[in-house]
């Protein structure tokens, strides 16, 4: 009886980005690397960071947090670049994430994920698949097909904020 | 076992190519009598299966090119003709074939007539 | 099996088009029967595959059709230009057949039945009856005797008769009685012939028909005698052993003989009348001539092809990196390995790209027969001519050319080339010219397509421009810009809109289509002589011989072709985005690119300014260095970067950082369109 239920066991990889920490499956996941020198497309959207040399090929890269709709930081020793592969509709997208940190690799029980947070901690609940409890903390479990094959920036947090919180943000992501 | 097939159309090549290789035997193909002839110097063939016409050389041509080498003596040759050529059958005969397949022929037609000549 | 039909599909398709050639040379000379005898075997090879694949229209259709070319080489049915059409309208069926399997609607059936008709009435088709095979119904256990006694040179034909034997005992049950009363004494013996006979005695279900079926293919090489007894036999071991001692005794037996051993079971025993004897038929056919086309290619998928050109870029730009870090070691050993593997590389490359090439003929194949149709439609005497058709051209250029080619071809025929009636009247010959002409220049391949028609009328064209506001009236224009007019979207001179061109729609379609594939199209034209159009295209998309140049912190590569000249330029001439400049007594604007892209403005001492053309004017961009000429493979951005279009690709320079290539003319659309300039304005409105 128990073993059925272990075979729900999935591989999570686990972020950080500002705060939060966040995890996805290992699936999308080809490989994690330092961040490379980045060459900047003049004009592009903001979320874009730029692209990189991975081995030969050019790799776009997507600033997550820009992304998210969060306040950018600087770029520590810790950050680095995810290698994603996404399939959409139509093609399979390989790019890049840039992550503040790597957290851990971790195998999650299907059962022991949580409903996504709701009202409580603000955040967008379609982006997040659930919620892992880890010792003291929270871990937001999204899905990286989910994040990645849109080409807008998806608000991460709820609609339900103050107008001027909204108005500020706004403003962020146009600069 | 390996048989050599021996037609102008790739299409046909390919099909007679897939249906023995699925019975077991193995297949060489030549898209015309010259490139057959030089197949047949370089690897030994169990059967022969031939177009009547074919580029470069005919079919009949390459029967009797083929008869003419002791050293191939005995393989079975099979022309593949439509119904409007039944007459030359007799001369393919003449020539030293050991027998026919009509075009349209099943898959099944054909891997029974190439069973009939060689096991 | 859907492999197998994708490549009957693709072989019909060529097999149509060198059907359609052939007949396209045999209208010029009706003589020739080299031509016909080509036109005669695509006919047969297309007629037999069609019937493996299940396509029976095409194979009923292509079974009459081979009848007129086979009349006609055997000089019963004469060639006429009325056969020529008729059999190009049935090629034209066909290739709806063949893309349209599907379609089966009584408009195809009509057209097909139609041009059926036309067909028999020059072949007079005696219907070809073929017999249909009666299989006789099975009946209960039969008993047959069967004396199958092969000739000497039975086995030269390659014939095993033991698998004759074999045949003929699966069918039932039997018995085989070999005789070795032909073979001749040891010296006379020779190992090629085959000196035995048999008598089988066979209790089977299966009707005559069935076993004349196993002897098929020895009908003419053996005895065949087929007997069937009217009474029933059990063949049981009494019989058996009696029949094999009998045989002992006296070889071969006999059909009386075995008729008593085997009736003395049965009083009532009658034989049954006459033999079966297999049917001999009897005609010879002519050889057929051979043919004198060579093809030894193989089909490769175009992944495939994309694969390796992917790993082979791969193993350039790996090359460049080992070059620059064995440089910076200075080991001299290693850079005399490294300079062979340069070699190597380089060769490689060379190959792979020459691989992918295909020659421009196949192209020019598809106006032969354009031209011809048209110039009917139309009465006029068109003559087209073509060379350079071995020139090669990168496959997925080639796919993308031929709109645009097809279309300035409608056009020549169209408006280019006069009537008859015209020509004779300016003094020119009433069969009007249009040539295709293609070669390489450089690492260009150029086609010129010619016409000696009326040429084009500058009047004409400022005047159309007037009208739709094009230009403005007091506009100084120079050839070239009044010719790039007719490119123009909504400009069209023909004063009837004809359906063969269409409108003013064509012509920048075209062009646009042209540089699509980084190509560019020169007008040239003499009133009254002929216009010509000059299209220039680059070998390969993935390979671009370009410019390093830095722009702010970045650097990007500026595809040579588009670079006319560079010059220096003082930083106080720009201090606009976008500021008219006079260089070499010629006026232009210069765009700033570091301010366009938004970097941070310095001072800078002296701008490089590259020219380039763009829409027929002289467009400047001013770039912060010009590093040198560097030869990049392209890789693609990517989906998320679709937006920037003005970016073609990217590519890794030597070391190892990623460099933009410019798509110079989505950049210079950009930047005159002033979406940059909006783009920094919002940028600084937040920033205040």
Known sequence: MKESMQSKNESYLTFKLGNEVFGASVKHVLEIIEVPRITQVPKAPKFMRGVVNLRGKVLPVVDTRVKFGMKTTKDTVDTCIVVLTIQTETQEIILGALVDAIDAVLEINHQDIQAPPVYETGYNSDLLTGMFKREENFILILDFRKVFSNAEILELTRPEETPESKQKKKKELAN | ?119 | MENLHQIFIQEAAELLSELEDALLSFEDDLTDEDAVQGIFRVMHTLKGSSAMFGYSMVNDFTHELEFIYDGIREKKIIATHEILDLTLKSVDHLKQLINNPLNTSNEVKSNQKGLLDEIKKHTNSNANTFKKEVVEAHEDEKCYYIRFAPNKTILKHGTNPNYILEDLIDLGNGIILPSIDRIPILSELTYQDFYMSFEIVLVTHSNVKEIEEIFMFVEDDANIQIHQFEFDINLNTDLISELRESAIEQRPLGIDNITKILSIKDQDSRLSSGFFDPQNKGQNGTPSKSEDKQTDSIRVSSLKLDEMMNQISELVTTQARLNMLVNDTGDNELSAITEGMNKITRALRGTAFSICLIPIDNLMLRFKRLIRDLSKELDKDIEFITSGTETELDKSILDKLSDPLLHLVRNCIDHGIETKDQRLKSGKATKGKISLEAYNSGTNVVIELKDDGRGIDKEKIIQKALKNKLIKADENLTENEIYNLLFHPGFSTASTVTDISGRGVGMDVAKRGIEDIQGAIRIESTLGKGTSFKISLPLTLSIIDGLLVSVGNETFILPLQHVEKCYELPGEFLLNTNQPVVLDDKRMTVFNLREAFGYKQTQQKLYQVIKTKFEGSDIGLAVDTIIGEHQVVLKPLGTMYNDQQEYSGATILGNGSVALVFDVNKLVTKLTSGEYQKLNERKYAKQK
Do not use: C, H
Request: glycine content about 6%; cysteine-free; overall charge positive.
């Open chain 2, 1 to 119: 076992m390996k048989v050599l097939i021996a037609d102008d159309s790739e299409s046909i090549r390919e099909l007679v190519g897939m249906t023995l290789e699925s019975a077991g035997y193995e297949v060489k193909k030549a898209a015309d009598g010259v490139e057959a002839l030089n197949m047949l110097r370089a690897e030994k063939a169990n059967q022969i299966i031939t177009d009547l016409n074919l580029p470069n050389m005919d079919g009949i041509t390459l029967v009797k090119k083929i008869r003419l080498d002791p050293s191939k003596a005995g393989i079975p040759i099979l022309l593949l003709t439509t119904e409007s050529q039944v007459d030359k059958k007799e001369e393919a005969k003449k020539a030293g074939a050991t027998g026919w397949i009509v075009k349209p022929f099943a898959q099944e037609k054909l891997l029974n007539i190439v069973k009939r000549v060689v096991r």
